[in-house]
Nanobody, 115 residues
Framework: QVQLVESGGGLVQPGGSLRLSCVAS????????MGWYRQAPGSKRELVAT???????NYADSVKGRFTVSRDNAKNTVSLQMISLKPEDTAVYCC?????????WGKGTLVTVSS
């Protein structure tokens, strides 16, 4: 099993930046697929960014050029650096890990972009 805990959310003005972090833990942990998803008010959950253990990343078109996903395999963390934030980025951001055929989710951290 995998436990995921996110942190770093908060209130930021449009154009500002935030860095989200997710710490993964478990008795046995070697996870290739990890990522960030978000769910805005009244919207379905959507993919933001994914990253493999080798560091290959994919991004939603809406965040390309503004968000950067990274991971530290030794520390079992995955991060999301967000810049040039827009009000439409407001959402609960959840960390995801896919391990032995199961999707694991953190509880989420709220990002609010508002002036």
């Amino acid at each position: 099993q995998v436990q995921l805990v996110e942190s770093g959310g908060g209130l930021v003005q449009p154009g500002g930046s935030l860095r989200l972090s997710c710490v993964a833990s478990g008795s046995a942990l070697s996870i290739n697929h990890m990522g960030w998803y978000r769910q805005a008010p009244g919207s379905k959950r959507e993919l933001v960014a994914t990253i493999t253990s080798g560091g290959f990343a994919n991004y939603a078109d809406s965040v390309k050029g503004r968000f950067t996903v990274s991971r530290d395999n030794a520390k079992n963390t995955v991060s999301l650096q967000m810049i040039s934030l827009k009000p439409e980025d407001t959402a609960v951001y959840c960390c995801n890990a896919y391990w032995i055929g199961v999707n694991y989710w953190g509880k989420g951290t709220l990002v609010t972009v508002s002036s």
